[in-house]
C-alpha cells in the first residue's frame, strides 16, 4: 500500500469526518485538495495554494452542516447528510513538481478505485490530468474555461496549466470533451484549435452560450458514460469569480454552470469535479468561494451515492 502524503485540515470540508488514508473513505465523496501544479515560474506554486481552504473556510462560515435539514431550493429538500469525507491536502516539495503529480494520482486512484467521486480543489488548471488519469472506466469530460488549455507544451513543460486538455486527450479511457465557455485570447494558437477540433473535441464558445442558452450544452451531457467536470474559475464570470489571475468579462454566470453540474449530478454522472485556478489572496468578499461551495453543495444535495 503507498504512503498517502497528506495534510489534515484545520476546519474539515461541512464539518465532516476527516480520513488521511483515502482506502478508509465510506463516504460517496471525498474532498479533497491538491494545492500546487507544474509551474512555468515560481509563483504558479503558491499562488493558488490556500484555495481549498479557503473554500473550506466558506462552508464554515456560511453554517451550512449546520443547517443540513434546512430545506434546500437548489435541489427542493434539505442536505442530510453531506455524504462526504474530508482527505485534507495533498502535501508536495514545491521544487519537485513530477512528486506532486504523483502523489495526487497516488490519492485520487485510491479513491476512484474504491468507488468515491473526488471533489478537487486544484492549484492551477494544471490539475485536471491527475484527476481523470486515476480512472480507468470510460469517462467524458466537461471543460468550463475561459482557455482551451491544448498546448503541447510551453518552455518544454508539458505538464503545465496551459496543456491539461491536450494530456487528457491522450488517455485512451477518455472518450467525449466538451469545452464550454471559451473566449478573449490565452495561450492557444490556431495550429491548437484545429488539432483540437481534429481531436474529437466539442468547442462551444462564451458568445454561442449566451446567445443560444445554456440548454445547448446540456443537451450534449449524454447518459452514456460518467463525466468529470473540471472548472477553471477564469471560465467564469468575474461577477461570480473574480478571483483569478486572468479575469475575463463575458464568462458563465451562476445559473448557467449550476445548470451544467445539476445536469448531471441529478442523474448521477458525476464522477468527479475539480475547481482550479481559484486565488484566495484575490477574492472580493469571499464570493468566489461562495460560488465554489454551492457548485460542490449542488453534487451531494442532488446526488446521494455510497462508495461501490
Do not use: K
Not at 503541447?152 to 496551459?162: A, I, P, T
Not at 461577477?239 to 448531471?264: D, F, K, N
Not at 449530478?265 to 468566489?288: K, N, S, Y
Amino acid at each position: 500500500m503507498p504512503a498517502f502524503h497528506l495534510r489534515a485540515p484545520d476546519q474539515p470540508f461541512l464539518e465532516s469526518g476527516v480520513a488521511l488514508d483515502p482506502t478508509r473513505v465510506e463516504t460517496g465523496h471525498a474532498f479533497l485538495g491538491i494545492p500546487f501544479g507544474p509551474p512555468y515560474e515560481a509563483r504558479d506554486l503558491v499562488v493558488c495554494a490556500g484555495a481549498a481552504d479557503a473554500v473550506r473556510a466558506s462552508a464554515h462560515t456560511m453554517t451550512f452542516r449546520d443547517m443540513s435539514h434546512h430545506y434546500n431550493f437548489d435541489w427542493g429538500g434539505d442536505l442530510g447528510d453531506p455524504n462526504v469525507t474530508d482527505c485534507g491536502d495533498v502535501i508536495g516539495d514545491p521544487a519537485d513538481p513530477d512528486g506532486i503529480w504523483d502523489r495526487g494520482l497516488d490519492v485520487t486512484r485510491a479513491l476512484t478505485g474504491h468507488g468515491v467521486s473526488p471533489l478537487v480543489l486544484g492549484g492551477l488548471d494544471a490539475i485536471p490530468p491527475i484527476v481523470v488519469g486515476a480512472f480507468s472506466e470510460p469517462l467524458h469530460v466537461l471543460h468550463v474555461d475561459s482557455h482551451l488549455d491544448f498546448r503541447q507544451e510551453v518552455g518544454g513543460q508539458r505538464r503545465g496549466y496551459s496543456s491539461p486538455i491536450r494530456r487528457i486527450r491522450e488517455m485512451p479511457h477518455v472518450e467525449r470533451i466538451v469545452q464550454a465557455g471559451l473566449r478573449g485570447m490565452g495561450s492557444a494558437r490556431p495550429s491548437d484549435v484545429e488539432e483540437a477540433v481534429a481531436a474529437g473535441n466539442e468547442l462551444v464558445t462564451a458568445r454561442e452560450i449566451h446567445e443560444r442558452g445554456i440548454g445547448e450544452v446540456v443537451d450534449r451531457l449524454s447518459d452514456d458514460r460518467r463525466w468529470v467536470i473540471t472548472i477553471d474559475c477564469d471560465g467564469l464570470d468575474p461577477t461570480i469569480a473574480p478571483a483569478v489571475g486572468w479575469p475575463e468579462p463575458g464568462g458563465l454566470t451562476y445559473p448557467q454552470i449550476s445548470a451544467l453540474v445539476r445536469s448531471l449530478a441529478e442523474r448521477d454522472r458525476v464522477a468527479a469535479l475539480v475547481v482550479t485556478e481559484f486565488q484566495p489572496d484575490l477574492d472580493q468578499g469571499g464570493i468566489t468561494a461562495m460560488h465554489i461551495v454551492r457548485l460542490l453543495l449542488l453534487v451531494l444535495g442532488l446526488q446521494r451515492r455510497s462508495p461501490g
